[in-house]
C-alpha cells in the first residue's frame, strides 16, 4: 500500500505580495523552500488563515533572504497581503517509507525568517 503523507510545510507564513496579473503560482523565498525541501514547481497545497480558503498550486522559486511570499494568478483571489498561510507538501510513500517518514515543518517569525524547525507535530490535548 502507498500513502500520502505530509513531507514540508511551511507554518503561517505572510503573504507579502498579491500579483493577479502574474503566471500562476506561489513564489516563495528559496531561502524557506530549501529549509523545508520543497522543490520549485511542486505542487504544494495553501490553507488561508484569515479567510479559510484552501487551494493547491506550485512553488516558484523567490530571492532568497527577501521574505518574499507572492500568491499569484488565479490563487491570487484567495489571499491579500499580510494574510498568514500554512504551505504543505505532500509526498507518496511505500508503507515501509511511511512508517519511518518525518516531516520538514520551518516556523517563521513577522518577516517570514526562520525562526525554529521540527519534525514533528506536537500532540494535541483533549479541551
Known sequence: MQRTMLHAK???V???????????????DAVLLDAAGIREYERIDVFNVRNGERFSTYAIR????SGLISVNGAAAHKASVNDLIIICAFGVYEEREARKMKPRLIYVDASN?????????PMQAAG
Not at 498579491?18 to 513564489?27: M, T
Open 62 to 65: 523567490g530571492e532568497p533572504g
Open 113 to 121: 525568517r526562520i525562526v525554529r524547525s521540527s519534525h514533528a507535530i
Open 14 to 28: 505572510r503573504v507579502t505580495q498579491v500579483e493577479i496579473d502574474y503566471e500562476g503560482s506561489v513564489a516563495i
Open 10 to 12: 511551511l507554518h503561517r
